[in-house]
């Protein structure tokens, strides 16, 4: 049980986003350069975060990604649930799940595995892109900020 690479990657370019929301649309170069993630691979996560609805794409030279609805609304659990389908220590308490183990009805550890899958699925719910950025604001965090020019005349 973890956090893929996929999760992790997709949650970074949310959080930019978010702190970018209100504004013009953000490229995939721009979130790859401050993220240090591959643009192909970037593109391959926001692709499927735009088919679930979480990023629009807006198209031409001042084009890019921007979140579809506001920070405050789209919590980290959405983003791992698209990108990984969620978090489950063992397959028995995944609800997708089509395999039946033969202990099913049997196994008293499975309750175990359900409580852990709930808190982590409470955790993930309980933080949104809103959370992440006014945390990075108290931890002196400001990603904002593209440059700081100086001109001496």
């Known amino acids: 049980m973890g956090i893929s690479t996929k999760s992790t990657y997709g949650i ?39 088919r679930n609805g979480l990023v629009r794409s807006v198209r031409g030279p001042k084009g890019g990604y921007i979140l579809s609805k506001k920070p405050k609304d ?24 089509k395999k039946n183990c033969k202990m099913i009805d049997k ?6 595995w359900k409580k852990l899958k709930n808190a ?3 955790t993930l719910d309980s933080v949104s892109l809103k959370d992440l950025c006014s945390d990075a604001k108290k931890m002196g965090i400001d990603k904002t900020v593209e440059h700081k020019y100086m001109f001496h005349i």
Do not use: W
């Not at 790859?32 to 192909?40: L, N």
């Not at 063992?90 to 609800?95: E, G, L, M």
């Not at 196994?107 to 175990?112: A, F, L």
């Open 12 to 50: 970074r370019a949310m959080f930019e986003l978010a702190l970018h929301h209100g504004r013009n649309p953000i490229s995939v170069s721009y979130i790859s350069g401050r993220e240090s993630i591959s643009i192909p691979y970037l593109e391959q996560l926001l692709s499927k975060l735009r």
């Open 74 to 97: 789209i919590t980290v659990g959405d983003i791992v649930r698209i990108l990984d389908g969620g978090i489950t220590p063992v397959h028995c308490v995944n609800s997708n799940n």
């Open 107 to 112: 196994c008293v550890t499975k309750t175990v």
């Open 120 to 122: 982590v699925d409470e």
